[in-house]
């Protein structure tokens, strides 16, 4: 697997597998062409230098994942950095092969390399399976989560 920085050109096929599951799609609008707030999230996530919008290729250079990692700086931890996982997805027909472990697996080594001290994710508590795979690979629930929604 290759992991790399998406393009513009991998946007359809990250807002195809973002829509492709039970609860991304009732919130996404997987359509061509792409609505344009796809097109302008990605610029503005592509202009960022904290954040790492990233596709997954398999050996046949298939995108079959994708994730966003975020960096926040902050003066708590004497100024540290916090690495944020979130749209962590595999391709549907790709799924229970062991991709998204090494995409875990890939990603902590990754905020590792940014200088983070701690990786953090949020998951829906309707995603049982999810949460057991996160504490599988050594996520505790730590923090209660709260959101307000606009």
Not at 1 to 14: E, H
Request: charged share 30%.
């Amino acid at each position: 697997m290759t992991f790399r920085k998406a393009t513009r050109n991998d946007l359809s096929q990250i807002v195809k597998m973002l829509a492709d599951d039970e609860l991304g799609k009732t919130r996404e609008n997987y359509q061509t062409p792409l609505p344009t707030e796809y097109l302008n999230a990605f610029e503005n996530i592509n202009a960022d230098q904290n954040q790492e919008l990233i596709v997954v290729e398999d050996e046949n250079f298939e995108i079959i994942g994708t994730l966003q990692l975020s960096y926040i700086q902050y003066l708590t931890y004497r100024g540290g950095i916090r690495a944020q996982i979130e749209a962590v997805r595999i391709r549907k027909d790709k799924r229970g092969l062991g991709i998204g472990k090494t995409m875990f697996e890939w990603a902590i080594q990754r905020a590792k390399e940014r200088n983070a001290h701690v990786l953090q994710l949020t998951t829906d508590k309707k995603r049982p399976k999810a949460i057991k795979f996160y504490e599988d690979l050594g996520f505790k629930a730590t923090h209660e989560g709260m959101k307000m929604h606009f």
